[in-house]
């Protein structure tokens, strides 16, 4: 069974930062998609940034993380890493990771989900 660990999370000042990862087990399939997303007390989850591992294209990020939060794997250790920079309040959520077959912001094309783990921005 697949299964995705989060880690990383924690709570900074705005204008700091913090690098999630997301370690995942071995996959039935390749290649496949893993993302970042998060999910705000009373918001849907959005989709933060997400890319293919093990075939070609570039990743996709959500407006209000571009430029902030490049995102990374290291396909030896099949581990993927979200590297968050000038942190605003409005970051603050849960933030999880998946994996699935289709590259995309939208949650349910992910099958498999992180417990996720949580980030806080004060101001």
């Known amino acids: 069974q697949v299964q995705l660990v989060e880690s990383g999370g924690g709570s900074v000042q705005a204008g700091g930062s913090l690098t999630l990862s997301c370690a995942a087990s071995?996959?039935?399939?390749?290649?496949?998609?893993m993302g970042w997303f998060r999910q705000a007390p009373g918001k849907q989850r959005e989709g933060v940034a997400g890319?293919?591992?093990?075939?070609?294209?570039?990743?996709w990020y959500t407006n209000s993380v571009k430029g902030r939060f490049p995102i990374s794997q290291d396909a030896a250790r099949n581990t993927l890493y979200l590297h968050m920079n000038s942190l605003k309040p409005e970051d603050t959520a849960m933030y999880y990771c998946?994996?699935?077959?289709?590259?995309?912001?939208?949650?349910?094309?992910?099958?498999?989900w992180g417990q996720g783990t949580q980030v806080t921005v004060s101001s």
């Open positions: 890319l293919r591992v093990g075939g070609t294209g570039s990743p």
């Open positions: 998946a994996a699935g077959p289709k590259c995309s912001a939208e949650p349910s094309h992910y099958n498999y």
């Open positions: 071995e996959f039935p399939f390749s290649p496949y998609c």
